[in-house]
Structures are given as C-alpha cells and as structure tokens.
C-alpha cells in the first residue's frame, strides 16, 4: 500500500454534510481484523471517485463515501460499529 | 439551510510567513466559532461553474467571525496558488466548517501536551498555541517543529518569545542555522526523548513524517490511544 493516503481527519467536512455528530471522533471497530480506533485514524484514499477509508491494522476498506449531485452514497460494511461519543445525559 | 453550510469569507487581512507562505485572516459572517486543531473547507467557483475544494487548518483560536487560515503554496496546486497569488484584501471566497472533533485541543485541559509539527504541520499546533496563550492556561508544552530549511519557519517572531511553560525545539533536515549542534536530517527517537510519557501528544504534517514521528513515540512508550494525528497528503494544494 502506498503512503499516499490522508486519514480520517479528511472526513469530517463530508460526514459533516450527514451527520449532527462529528463521526471522526467516534471509535470505529473493523470488521476485518477487530481493531478499534478512532474514525480519524483511518487511511483515506480519494477524493475521486470517492472517499475510501481503511483500517490501518489490516488495510482492509472499513467506509466509502460518494457524493454525486444529489446524493450521498455511505458504505459501512467494514464497521462492526461506531461508537459515537455523546454528551451524558441526566435522568 | 444545510447543516454544514458553504459561508462567503471576505478575506481582510494578509500577512507573510515565508517566501512561499501566507496567513489570510478572512471575516465571516454567522461564523459559529471553533476549536484549536479543527480545519476548514475553502471553495473555490470559477465564472463557467466548475468548483473545487480545499482543507485548510485554523490557524489561531476563536475570534468572532474572523477566522485565519496559514497557506503553504503548492507551485502545481490548483487552489493555494489562487489564494495566495491572485485573492486579495475584500475578496471573497467560500469556507465551511469547523470540522473534525478528534484533533482538538480544548483550553480546559491541563494534562502536559507534546506538539510534533512536520512543515506546515505547525498551523493546527499554533492554534492551539495561541488558544493556551488565550486562556491563560498553564498546562506545560513542548513544541518540536521540524522544517527543511531555518527560513522556511512559520510564526517565527512570535514563537522567538515563548509564553511561560512553552518549550521549542527546532529540527531542520536540509541545512540548519549556523554552529547547530544537531546535523541536519529527519526527526529520530533521540528527538523526542526526555519527555515524560504521562502526556497527550498531536502529530501533525505530511504522512510520511507523521507515520515516522508516531512510530518513534510508541517506541519510547506513548500509549497510542494518546497520540492524535493528523496528515497533510503529497498532492492537493
């Protein structure tokens, strides 16, 4: 694999388009290997055709993002999860 | 309105850094306010349509609607060329943001921070410099700031007096000022010794620098859940 790659950093203005939550902080478990990590710390590829993020234990694609005029396309096949920090809330 | 919605940013203010670099203080107005290490989106729209879209980092804490930005020029880049060549003061262009909640740097932390800067690497870490220096923090940094040559420093006059509990140490891997001690060459472990490993570090520059630098504090027994990181790509601009 090249070191030609960003990393999860990079996401965050397109999943910022999405999400109310800043997803690049949230913990990412792959689905390839098991190792958690931050969103932020994966390698990103792209931006064209798309955004392609991979595990940076075992390099498989853990998300892909496309945008195309009227759409955004999220492939989240290689998380088994996000855990998506929150304020704490009170009962 | 969009949630993350495109702003017109009137660029106000243009300072030089070096020979090839430019912070640009741009006015915004809505701006919702950001944190030290978080970056920016910059479009560009030209007459016929076509757009095209950087990632900038915020150089200094929040201001009101002012936002600066510090920008390498990339002699083949298609967007810092424009904005360092061609837009000048009361031009506009678009910014979105902030974004990125991970390599962040909030002033009510007072665990001891190491920033790593790789070239431009250094802007995110002098946000958060200057956002300490703003909240009258004291929590202890140590910047080492790695660059090609002495002259390619950013923020040199201001980093020339270091606030109290700021540290820097320069590495230079092309050619150093004279009567140097260290011989010019990219950042090793040695560089990075003598900090106690009870502290949170942020990485910042190019990859390769970045994947070395990481490498190297893991080795002297960081925790890598410790360690953020952020990489500039080798192409873009």
């Known amino acids: 694999m090249s070191i030609d790659y960003l990393d999860g950093n990079a996401l965050a203005g397109p999943l910022g388009e999405l999400f109310a939550v800043d997803v690049t902080a949230a913990i990412g478990t792959c689905a390839g290997c098991g190792a958690a990590g931050p969103v932020a710390a994966l390698q990103v590829y792209g ?17 892909r993002l496309v945008r195309t005029p009227d759409a955004a396309w999220l492939d989240l096949r290689g998380a088994v999860s996000l855990r998506i920090p929150m304020p704490e809330t009170r009962s | 309105m969009p949630r993350l919605p495109w702003r017109v940013a009137k660029l106000v203010e243009i300072r030089q850094e070096t020979a ?45 609607d002012r936002v600066e930005l510090t920008v390498e020029l990339v002699p083949d880049g ?22 990125g909640g991970w390599f962040v740097w ?29 909240a009258g923090s004291s929590a202890p ?33 092309r050619k150093t000022p004279d009567g140097w001690a260290r011989p010019p060459g990219r950042i090793t472990q040695a ?10 570090s942020y990485v910042c520059g190019p990859t390769g620098f970045v994947e070395a630098a990481a490498d190297h504090l893991i080795a002297l027994g960081h925790a890598p859940d410790r360690i953020r990181t952020e990489r500039f790509g080798p192409t873009g601009g």
Not at chain 2, 22 to 47: C, K
Not at chain 2, 116 to 129: D, N, T, Y
């Open chain 1, 47 to 63: 931006p064209e055709p798309g955004l392609v993020a991979r595990c940076p234990s075992c390099e498989e694609v853990v998300l």
């Open chain 2, 20 to 64: 090839t670099a430019r912070t640009l203080v741009f006015q915004i107005p809505g701006w919702p306010g950001h944190l030290a290490g978080q970056h920016v989106d910059v479009r560009l729209t030209a007459p016929d349509g076509y757009s095209t879209e950087r990632s900038y980092s915020v150089a200094a804490p929040e201001q009101g």
């Open chain 2, 78 to 99: 298609e967007v810092s060329p424009y904005l360092l060549e061609i837009l000048e003061v009361g031009d506009e262009v678009e910014i979105r943001g902030p974004v």
């Open chain 2, 106 to 134: 909030r002033p009510d932390h007072t665990t001891p921070v190491l920033l790593v800067a790789g070239g431009s690497g250094v802007v995110p870490l002098m946000a958060m410099i200057r956002a300490r220096r703003a």
């Open chain 2, 141 to 173: 940094f140590r910047l080492i700031y790695s660059v090609r040559e002495p002259d390619q420093r950013f923020y040199l006059d201001e980093l020339a007096n270091p606030d109290p509990g700021l540290d820097i140490a320069y590495l230079f891997t």
């Open chain 2, 191 to 200: 560089d990075l010794t003598g900090a106690s490993t009870d502290i949170d």
